[in-house]
């Protein structure tokens, strides 16, 4: 069964230093999203992407964030200047636009830890 | 999107059937009723869809009331392994660019 991965699956960074998760959604798929969940906190959406822009994004994603679909295959998410509070469970997502029921599939998730 | 409620937690035992309810008074009439589970440190997994009556598969299955203020997951006979949280969610089904707004779910914790 295809399936999104991401990498890596944990990474530390100081703060102020920026980070880049990347995610591989399922080749077919042409919807891509972002959400993240802090630890014993609801899972949270932050943008979602469609034919190379932003469709939609939450209030949590500021202008520390950006995304990209630098090839054919590679989603990424960048945060800037990391601050403690950008700790998280970071979680990719695709879907198809032909399954008619938005069915989301999710990675195993990126655990951004700042210092 | 249509507000839901569903409870925090649930416990159950290996082998026995486990249903839990989310309340949606205000379901808009193009809303679907979805369902996702989230084992500990994983993502979100897509459940099960349903519009209104049955709907089921090789997971679980989904009872939809007429008046589609409510519905219900049912799993049958869990497993240890069925301990997770499971949202439930109402909005547009078909519409796949939709972002999706987790609510706290239902922590199901599964004994032996």
């Known amino acids: 069964e295809p399936e999104v991965t991401q990498t890596p699956s944990h990474q530390v960074t100081q703060m102020g230093q920026e980070v880049i998760l990347r995610c591989v959604p399922i080749?077919?798929?042409?919807?891509f999203y972002w959400y993240r969940q802090i630890l014993g906190q609801k899972v949270e959406f932050l943008v979602s992407?469609?034919?190379?822009?932003?469709?939609?994004k939450s209030e949590i994603f500021d202008d520390q964030f950006s995304v990209e679909r630098p090839d054919g295959s590679n989603f990424t998410l960048k945060i800037r200047s990391t601050k403690l509070e950008d700790s998280a469970m970071y979680f990719c997502?695709?879907?198809?636009?032909?399954?008619?029921?938005?069915?989301?599939?999710f990675g195993p998730g990126t655990r951004l830890t700042v210092t | 999107l249509a507000k839901t409620t569903q409870p925090i937690s649930m416990d159950s035992y290996e082998g026995q059937e486990v249903n839990i309810t989310c309340s949606h008074n205000?379901?808009?009439?193009?809303?679907?009723i979805t369902w996702y589970q989230q084992f500990p440190s994983q993502g979100p997994r897509f459940i099960i869809q349903?519009?209104?009556t049955k709907v089921t598969n090789e997971v679980a299955s989904l009872f939809i009331p007429a008046d589609r203020k409510s519905s219900t997951l049912s799993l049958p006979r869990v497993s240890l392994s069925d301990t997770a949280v499971y949202y439930c969610?109402?909005?547009?089904?078909?519409?796949?660019?939709?972002?999706?707004?987790f609510g706290s779910g239902t922590r199901l914790s599964i004994r032996p």
């Open positions: 997502a695709s879907s198809d636009a032909g399954t008619g029921r938005n069915e989301q599939y």
């Open positions: 080749s077919n798929h042409l919807y």
């Open positions: 992407f469609y034919n190379n822009e932003i469709s939609e």
């Open positions: 205000n379901i808009a009439t193009n809303d679907y």
């Open positions: 349903g519009y209104k």
């Open positions: 969610l109402v909005g547009e089904g078909y519409s796949s660019a939709s972002k999706i707004i």
